[in-house]
């Protein structure tokens, strides 16, 4: 569960090692992760001026559904002294029948250094099969833009030689005009590949955004790129 990927990020892929402890079925189980990325992308738009970030974190599956994390990445926002950001987020899942399932939680988001860039979020999906329909909220979101609502799909494919295929687009409503100049929603988009080779998982995405060069103070972060990535885990 790196920092429940696939609700809340599009297109971070990570390079990993991890160790994990396995407990007796129904038991707790630990696992940690340590890796990188070629540009950390959150919902579409870099979080590391378009450089590589290292990350890693700790999760706690305790075997009933609930579950327990925390997870840290390098950023870069170009302006002030924010080096890392430091996650913790804890929930509950389980299957309400073979093909549907359901995820609840929350998430605290940390920039140590920041200027009124922390802030909390809870989240929640439900999957049809390949079906993900999902919504995070934010009561203050980051850098004190107020209100904040993340409604998103994604939709899952298995592709021969077991080479998945997904694709992911959510749509970002901020309360206030805050970090885009002028604009107080967005879209952002993913389209991913990847294969498992035992323990690795290979994997490139294509992720993007409807924000305009002047909205994105004309840096590129919000520009549509490729990012790749592997993870390693047992």
């Given at each position: 569960m790196n920092k429940i990927a696939a609700i809340l990020t599009a297109g971070a892929l990570t390079l990993g090692v991890s160790t994990a402890t396995n407990a007796a079925e129904g038991g707790v189980s630990a696992?940690?992760?340590?890796?990188?990325?070629?540009?950390?992308?959150?919902?579409?738009?870099?979080?590391?001026?378009?450089?590589?970030?290292?990350q890693g974190g700790v999760d706690l599956d305790f075997g009933n559904g609930f579950y327990l994390?925390?997870?840290?990445s390098q950023v870069d926002f170009g302006y002030d002294g924010?080096?890392?950001?430091?996650?913790?987020?804890?929930?509950?899942?389980g299957q309400l029948n073979d093909s549907v399932s359901y995820d609840v939680g929350y998430i605290y988001y940390?920039?140590?250094?920041?200027?009124?860039?922390?802030?909390?979020?809870?989240?929640?999906?439900?999957?049809?099969?390949?079906?993900?329909?999902?919504?995070?909220?934010?009561?203050d979101y980051w850098a004190g833009t107020g209100a904040f609502y993340y409604p998103y799909a994604e939709y899952s494919f298995a592709?021969?030689?077991?080479?998945?295929?997904?694709?992911?687009?959510?749509?970002?409503?901020?309360?206030?005009?805050?970090?885009?100049?002028?604009?107080?929603?967005?879209?952002?988009?993913?389209?991913?590949?990847?294969?498992?080779?035992?323990g690795l998982s290979l994997s490139a995405s294509l992720v993007g955004t409807d924000i305009s060069d002047k909205e994105c103070f004309n840096l590129d972060w919000c520009e549509p790129s490729v990012l790749a990535g592997a993870t390693y885990t047992w």
């Amino acid at each position: 569960m790196n920092k429940i990927a696939a609700i809340l990020t599009a297109g971070a892929l990570t390079l990993g090692v991890s160790t994990a402890t396995n407990a007796a079925e129904g038991g707790v189980s630990a696992s940690a992760n340590l890796g990188v990325v070629t540009d950390y992308k959150f919902r579409g738009i870099s979080q590391t001026d378009g450089s590589p970030a290292v990350q890693g974190g700790v999760d706690l599956d305790f075997g009933n559904g609930f579950y327990l994390g925390t997870w840290a990445s390098q950023v870069d926002f170009g302006y002030d002294g924010t080096d890392y950001e430091t996650d913790v987020y804890g929930g509950y899942g389980g299957q309400l029948n073979d093909s549907v399932s359901y995820d609840v939680g929350y998430i605290y988001y940390g920039y140590p250094g920041g200027e009124d860039e922390d802030y909390q979020e809870v989240y929640g999906s439900l999957s049809f099969s390949d079906l993900t329909l999902g919504l995070a909220y934010s009561d203050d979101y980051w850098a004190g833009t107020g209100a904040f609502y993340y409604p998103y799909a994604e939709y899952s494919f298995a592709l021969p030689s077991d080479i998945s295929l997904d694709f992911h687009v959510g749509a970002n409503m901020l309360d206030e005009v805050g970090f885009l100049d002028g604009s107080d929603s967005y879209i952002d988009y993913s389209v991913s590949v990847g294969k498992d080779f035992g323990g690795l998982s290979l994997s490139a995405s294509l992720v993007g955004t409807d924000i305009s060069d002047k909205e994105c103070f004309n840096l590129d972060w919000c520009e549509p790129s490729v990012l790749a990535g592997a993870t390693y885990t047992w």
